[in-house]
């Protein structure tokens, strides 16, 4: 989540709670709260954290290995792609569909626990990293890296790792792919979608880069101690961001197919993401719930309601796209729009609630 959306998120629904009743006068400061409630137990949050950090982890080690073979493949021909196609075509076209299958699996590793490393304050600066961060012609939201190539090029702030290494993949961003090479693995004379020769210099790099990001997020995860904070932020932080990923999946190739103006978004449909989130942050209410009963055990169980019931109208229509249904632009409008509405009235009585309990929520 960008620094700045998460701030704006924070302050909103703030202003929501207050709407709600909940206003009147700020939360104590953090060294004046109330206790955590003897009944919540954060202990699962921790463990489907670290259970995503292992996979990620492992997932990107086992891209940045196969990269390397992708590597040494092109190196054997002087990184002659026309060569490379030519002479060793089908081994080419074997190790693209094997990195893509693996980037396939880190995507949801890393979606499914988006909700909590997006939205607690310790862990957030690596989603800007990994998943949020844009290129330097955004300086507000850039990523805070380069990458150094072997060859020695730099590719300042660039984007955030799963943009990378998907569109270097798929093909989708012309500076990470090869040139002077028509990308057709199959030798059938076209170019369809998913057939792509990325640049091996880049690719390496960004592999290797993103697995040593995936292990650090991971030892992070590890030295976490969760706290009430954090899981009341997270909750109203990362709920209210339906219609950023709504909008992303009007503009991809799901919805938009040929016409699609995104160069990301292409392996994997924004509905699945939107699932996985939600996902993970049902978990986190449900930790969370014990707390929320003390304010208010009617509120407490109507926004453990209304939140599964958002999470369970992104499943179905993940479900629904995968079965074969094509949505149209205008029906992601209307199904984005339910959806943050939802959201932001769900995040409003989290909030709300954190207020009553004397929990600070973090910016």
């Known amino acids: 989540m960008r620094t700045l959306m998460r701030a704006q998120l924070l302050a909103a629904c703030v202003a929501l709670a207050a709407l709600a009743g909940c206003g ?49 493949l092109a190196k054997s021909v002087g990184f002659d792609y026309s060569k490379l196609l030519a002479g060793h075509r089908d081994e080419l076209a074997r190790l693209v569909r094997d990195m893509q299958k693996t980037y396939s699996d880190a995507n949801p590793a890393y979606e499914e626990m988006e909700g909590v490393v997006a939205g607690v304050p310790s862990l957030a600066d690596f989603d ?25 090029k730099t590719f300042e702030q660039p984007g955030n790792f799963f943009f990378l290494v998907e569109t270097a993949l798929w093909g989708t961003e012309p500076a ?6 028509e990308p057709d693995l199959d030798g059938d004379g ?28 991971d030892e992070a995860a590890r030295a976490w101690q969760p706290t009430e904070q954090d899981a009341f932020t ?33 392996a994997a449909s924004r509905l699945q993401d ?5 996902n993970g942050l049902v978990l986190v209410y449900d930790s ?38 094509r949505f149209t632009a205008a029906e992601a409008d209307t199904l984005g729009s339910d959806a943050q509405d939802r959201a932001e009235a769900i995040a409003g009585q989290i909030s709300q609630a954190a207020g009553e309990l004397g929990i600070k929520l973090e910016s």
């Open 234 to 266: 997270a909750l109203v932080v990362m709920t209210p961001t339906m219609s950023e990923y709504f909008e992303a999946w009007k503009n991809s190739r799901f919805v938009a197919g040929g016409k699609a103006n995104e160069s990301t978004f292409v």
């Open 190 to 217: 076209e170019v369809t979608f998913g057939e792509a020769v990325p640049d091996a210099d880049f690719l390496v790099a960004a592999a290797k880069d993103f697995a040593r990001n995936a292990k650090e997020l």
């Open 24 to 72: 009147g006068d700020d939360p104590e400061p953090a060294a004046q709260q109330a206790p955590a409630s003897a009944k919540t137990d954060l202990g699962p949050v921790k463990d489907y954290l670290l259970e995503h950090t292992t996979r990620l982890q492992g997932d990107t080690a086992k891209l940045a290995s196969q990269a390397d073979d992708y590597y040494a």
């Open 128 to 152: 800007v990293i990994i998943d949020a961060g844009s290129d330097k012609s955004d300086p507000e939201n850039a990523v805070p890296f380069s990458i150094k190539t072997p060859a020695g």
């Open 176 to 181: 990470f792919a090869a040139k002077g090479v």
């Open 274 to 278: 939107i699932a996985g989130i939600l």
């Open 288 to 325: 969370v719930e014990p707390s929320v009963r003390e304010a208010s055990a009617q509120q407490a169980k109507q926004t453990g309601s209304d939140l599964e019931n958002l999470h369970e109208f992104a499943v179905t229509l993940r479900d629904k796209e995968a079965a074969g249904k």
